[in-house]
């Protein structure tokens, strides 16, 4: 990662960690004022990776509208064409590449493979997107990390002497997951709305 310190606010020389262990955070609902809380301390991480977040957003939903249509134009072949209760339409019929008179026994095998083709390329589709996900997710985790390792062996012997032993690396391998729990929670899974599950540290994160 290049460049990293430019864009990442700095940790003040003076700061005082604190020894314990950082404790889960309480798993309460998060209002409008919780939000902009957490999106004001984050943001100085996350501004380089917006449009790529932006991004998955929009596949995202994207996405799931054409998982639902496909799900609705399935259910009418399925329930409606295949068992004769309605004919072949013109829009079906251009859909599975068919003529509007074509016989049962193409419109079935036709139907079964076109299926079969969706539900190929939605899973393709939904594993490409989760791997952008982990991969848009682990850069931005890796660049506070970076940053924050550096910022520590900015710190003199006399401020690592203070510390217990441990406390340093402690916090470089469970304070860097902080922007991707938070990114997880708010950006990409909107059905959850409880930081019940990543134990995010936002107290202890450098302002």
């Not at 799931?64 to 259910?75: D, E, M, P, S």
């Not at 064409?81 to 036709?110: E, H, K, Q």
Request: with cysteine; glycine share 8%.
């Amino acid at each position: 990662m290049s460049n990293v310190n430019k864009t990442f606010p700095s940790i003040p020389d003076d700061v005082k960690f604190e020894s314990e262990p950082l404790g889960p955070m309480k798993s309460e609902g998060l209002g409008l004022g919780g939000v902009l809380s957490i999106l004001s301390k984050t943001w100085p991480y996350i501004r380089e990776y917006r449009g790529r977040l932006a991004l998955i957003v929009a596949l995202i939903i994207g996405g799931l509208t054409v998982l639902v249509l496909c799900v609705i134009k399935g259910a009418h072949w399925i329930f409606d064409i295949i068992p004769g209760v309605s004919p072949l339409g013109p829009g079906d019929a251009l859909m599975l590449g068919l003529d509007i008179d074509a016989d049962p026994i193409t419109i079935l095998d036709r139907i079964t493979w076109v299926l079969f083709g969706m539900v190929i390329f939605g899973v393709t589709y939904a594993l490409s997107v989760m791997a952008y996900v982990i991969y848009t997710l682990q850069r931005i985790a890796q660049d506070f990390r970076t940053n924050l390792y550096n910022r520590f062996q900015a710190f003199s012997l006399t401020f690592h002497a203070d510390q217990q032993v441990g406390d340093t690396i402690y916090r470089l391998m469970m304070d860097s997951p902080v922007i991707t729990s938070i990114l997880n929670v708010l950006v990409i899974d909107r059905k959850s709305t409880r930081l019940n599950s990543s134990h995010i540290p936002l107290s202890r994160m450098p302002s």
